[in-house]
């Protein structure tokens, strides 16, 4: 097994989707980037990340602490890798940098690799180069390489035809197209289900379940334990995380994990946290009527940013509850622990806010914290020390008015 560190950099901006993960742990495809590397290499030696988010990621088991005693070279790779599996590694005393000067991948002793996370530069003895690869910058890239990415992950995934566990799309009635198509044993389908596999493979993981009469299109992974309401309608270039229940028209949209848009109400081209809750007849726009270049503001107090995307939806972090028929406009943010209960929110949404008729207010963390405790209560999860102390800080750091 290679011997290799992913490395965080805190580079980029993310915003909502990196507040309480490193981007190590964002779902870019079917796979977070430490899925997916490790799939690659095996196991990392470590997962460094930025420090406001190191007692987060230990808490969920990432290994993190690099041993300075050991002079063994390490292939370090950063977490915003931009591409497919890399077929070679630098040099040994050398590392790749980007255009921006940021370390794409390096093989460097633990001791410079610690000496680059605490200075924010590589030892002078360590040869730098132009890098073959690139690196993540901005969400709406995520999106931009979502049909590769997912499609890649999704070879990583069911590497070999299917054993014990898994059956053959090719083999069932309810599969159109000639893509491969996996689904779990402990996986139901309801009846009339359609499988699409026309422009490409769908995975259907353990225990999840698709209601009667919904109609799958590949690409697409459906992530362990989640639930597709009966007549959904799920497009193309989709992830549904694991533990989510989804319904109505998703197409192009990545789910985190934990996540609940089971009504009827149309979402595309959109990135969705854990713990988002989607009230009946929520929607949002993925298209101006212009036709045009779709610009976001990640947080309100930023100035817009072109995508170079014509469709793009919305950007929700974690926590973020949306009540009945509210109207989503293209290339909108929520930040994470909003409540947002108008018909016509604005497209920029910082964290923690309460949206009402009556105004923009600071959402209470007491009364946050009930919430989050009550939803994550029905799912059998809790939240840790350093999961609170994290969204403790967040909210200290938004708070207003």
Same mark, same amino acid.
């Not at 030892?123 to 890239?141: D, F, H, M």
């Not at 934990?258 to 993925?286: C, M, P, Q, R, Y």
């Given at each position: 097994?290679?011997?290799?560190?992913?490395?965080?950099?805190?580079?980029?901006?993310?915003?909502?989707?990196?507040?309480?993960?490193?981007?190590?742990?964002?779902?870019?495809?079917?796979?977070?980037?430490?899925?997916?590397?490790?799939?690659?290499?095996?196991?990392?030696? *470590?997962?460094?990340? #930025?420090?406001? @988010?190191?007692? =987060?990621?230990?808490?969920?088991? $990432? /290994?993190?602490? +690099? !041993?300075?005693?050991?002079?063994?070279?390490?292939?370090?790779?950063?977490?915003?890798?931009?591409?497919?599996?890399?077929?070679?590694?630098?040099?040994?005393?050398?590392?790749?940098?980007?255009?921006?000067?940021?370390?794409?991948? *390096?093989?460097?002793? #633990?001791?410079? @690799?610690?000496? =680059?996370?605490?200075?924010?530069? $590589? /030892?002078?003895? +360590? !040869?730098?180069?132009?890098?073959?690869?690139?690196?993540?910058?901005?969400?709406?890239?995520?999106?931009?390489?979502?049909?590769?990415?997912?499609?890649?992950?999704?070879?990583?995934?069911?590497?070999?035809?299917?054993?014990?566990?898994?059956?053959?799309?090719?083999?069932?009635?309810?599969?159109?197209?000639?893509?491969?198509?996996?689904?779990?044993?402990?996986?139901?389908?309801?009846?009339?289900?359609?499988?699409?596999?026309?422009?490409?493979?769908?995975?259907?993981?353990?225990?999840?379940?698709?209601?009667?009469?919904?109609?799958?299109?590949?690409?697409?992974?459906?992530?362990?334990?989640?639930?597709?309401?009966?007549?959904?309608?799920?497009?193309?270039?989709?992830?549904?995380?694991?533990?989510?229940?989804?319904?109505?028209?998703?197409?192009?949209?990545?789910?985190?994990?934990?996540?609940?848009?089971?009504?009827?109400?149309?979402?595309?081209?959109?990135?969705?946290?854990?713990?988002?809750?989607?009230?009946?007849?929520?929607?949002?726009?993925?298209?101006?009527?212009?036709?045009?270049?779709?610009?976001?503001?990640?947080?309100?107090?930023?100035?817009?940013?072109?995508?170079?995307?014509?469709?793009?939806?919305?950007?929700?972090?974690?926590?973020?509850?949306?009540?009945?028929?509210?109207?989503?406009?293209?290339?909108?943010?929520?930040?994470?622990?909003?409540?947002?209960?108008?018909?016509?929110?604005?497209?920029?949404?910082?964290?923690?806010?309460?949206?009402?008729?009556?105004?923009?207010?600071?959402?209470?963390?007491?009364?946050?914290?009930?919430?989050?405790?009550?939803?994550?209560?029905?799912?059998?999860?809790?939240?840790?020390?350093?999961?609170?102390?994290?969204?403790?800080?967040?909210?200290?750091?938004?708070?207003?008015?």
């Amino acid at each position: 097994m290679t011997r290799w560190v992913l490395y965080d950099d805190g580079g980029g901006r993310f915003t909502p989707m990196t507040d309480l993960r490193s981007f190590a742990e964002v779902r870019t495809g079917a796979l977070t980037a430490v899925e997916r590397f490790t799939r690659w290499w095996g196991a990392p030696q *470590a997962v460094v990340v #930025p420090g406001p @988010l190191e007692a =987060l990621a230990a808490e969920r088991g $990432l /290994p993190t602490l +690099v !041993r300075a005693d050991d002079e063994t070279p390490l292939h370090v790779v950063n977490a915003r890798w931009r591409g497919a599996r890399p077929e070679v590694w630098p040099e040994t005393g050398e590392a790749w940098h980007d255009s921006e000067g940021a370390v794409v991948a *390096a093989s460097i002793p #633990p001791q410079a @690799l610690l000496e =680059l996370v605490k200075h924010g530069e $590589l /030892p002078a003895q +360590v !040869r730098r180069v132009e890098a073959p690869g690139r690196l993540y910058r901005r969400p709406w890239e995520v999106l931009d390489d979502l049909p590769d990415r997912l499609a890649e992950d999704l070879e990583l995934l069911h590497p070999v035809h299917p054993e014990s566990g898994e059956s053959d799309g090719g083999r069932r009635d309810d599969v159109v197209g000639g893509h491969r198509v996996v689904v779990d044993s402990t996986a139901k389908l309801g009846c009339g289900v359609v499988l699409d596999a026309t422009e490409g493979p769908i995975s259907i993981a353990a225990g999840a379940s698709v209601g009667h009469g919904s109609v799958l299109h590949g690409p697409l992974r459906l992530g362990a334990g989640s639930v597709v309401a009966d007549r959904t309608q799920l497009k193309a270039n989709t992830v549904i995380g694991p533990v989510c229940k989804v319904g109505g028209e998703i197409g192009a949209t990545i789910f985190q994990g934990h996540a609940n848009k089971v009504h009827d109400g149309h979402l595309g081209d959109s990135w969705i946290g854990e713990w988002v809750n989607f009230g009946a007849g929520t929607t949002n726009s993925n298209l101006l009527n212009t036709y045009g270049e779709v610009s976001m503001r990640l947080e309100p107090e930023e100035p817009s940013e072109r995508s170079g995307r014509t469709a793009m939806g919305c950007l929700v972090g974690d926590h973020v509850k949306f009540a009945i028929l509210v109207r989503i406009m293209t290339g909108s943010t929520f930040g994470t622990g909003s409540m947002v209960a108008v018909t016509d929110p604005p497209r920029s949404v910082g964290r923690f806010r309460w949206l009402t008729d009556r105004g923009d207010a600071p959402y209470r963390l007491d009364r946050f914290l009930e919430v989050m405790a009550t939803a994550q209560s029905r799912r059998g999860v809790s939240a840790g020390p350093a999961y609170l102390a994290r969204l403790e800080a967040l909210h200290a750091a938004g708070r207003t008015g």
